[in-house]
């Protein structure tokens, strides 16, 4: 199950472009808190604390206890937003959560082994979905999904129905979707032309007709080495 990793925070009031300048320039990162009824809660975080704490995450969707002035506030991370050059974090999105509420996250989907289709008759391991949608209580979320795919084969697949879920978690998404499937070797084929396309063949000529039929060049002379008579 995931921990709930502790994270400070501090309320703030100034809002805008100006004031976001002014938290970044103190070293910290702009924060918004959502949840039920309650009034959206601006916050900020200390840059250097929230990066750790990501970097050391599975996923950016990390349950985190937020201590805000003295007191204490579960809150999952939902959204993270980066520079795309830099990378560097611009703001955060929390939703507040209560340990007796169900909540729905995306958990990371990490294979283990190496499928027997891909080692011994060169497959392809595919995933197509990196993460499953869970839903659950906070106690009982889970850091990742992990999936055991050293016996897949050529042609096999593991689907949603498949996945064992811890005790508590659940997914709405349809059984039959595939989660990772081993593909079959890509070949290359030459092309070949098609089928009723004629054949273009060039005609061999007998060197001694060509020879026969071709015209004296001006000027040139005959066997008996005399020039041929103009007309």
């Given at each position: 199950m995931a921990k709930q990793l502790k994270l400070s925070a501090q309320t703030r009031t100034g809002i805008g472009r100006?004031?976001?300048?002014?938290?970044?320039?103190?070293g910290l990162?702009?924060?918004?808190?959502y949840g039920g009824k309650d009034v959206p809660q601006p916050v900020s975080l200390n840059a250097r604390e929230i990066y750790n704490l990501l970097s050391h995450a599975t996923?950016?969707?990390?349950?985190?206890?937020?201590?805000?002035g003295g007191a204490n506030r579960l809150a999952l991370i939902q959204?993270?937003?980066?520079?795309?050059?830099?990378?560097?974090?611009?703001?955060?999105?929390?939703?507040?959560?209560?340990a007796d509420e169900i909540l729905h996250s995306k958990i990371p989907v990490e294979t283990i082994g190496e499928p027997s289709g891909v080692k011994?008759?060169?497959?392809?391991?595919?995933?197509?979905?990196?993460?499953?949608?869970?839903?659950?209580?906070?106690?009982?979320?889970?850091?990742?999904?992990?999936?055991?795919?050293?016996?897949?084969?050529?042609?096999?697949?593991?689907?949603v129905k498949d996945i064992k879920l811890p005790e508590g978690v659940s997914t709405r998404l349809d059984g039959e979707l595939s989660v990772?499937?081993?593909s079959a070797p890509k070949v290359e084929i030459e092309p070949v032309a098609a089928a009723g396309e004629?054949?273009?063949?060039?005609?061999?000529?007998?060197?001694?007709?060509?020879?026969?039929?071709?015209k004296p060049a001006a000027g040139a002379k005959d066997a008996k080495g005399a020039a041929p008579a103009k007309k």
């Open positions: 100006s004031a976001v300048n002014k938290i970044k320039a103190q990162v702009p924060g918004v808190i996923s950016e969707h990390v349950l985190v206890d937020l201590e805000i959204e993270v937003q980066h520079d795309p050059i830099k990378r560097t974090i611009l703001h955060v999105d929390f939703h507040a959560v209560k011994n008759f060169g497959g392809i391991l595919e995933i197509a979905i990196h993460e499953l949608e869970i839903e659950c209580l906070p106690k009982d979320l889970p850091e990742r999904i992990s999936l055991d795919v050293s016996a897949l084969n050529v042609g096999e697949a593991i689907h990772v499937r081993v004629p054949e273009v063949l060039k005609e061999k000529k007998d060197p001694a007709a060509a020879a026969a039929g071709a």
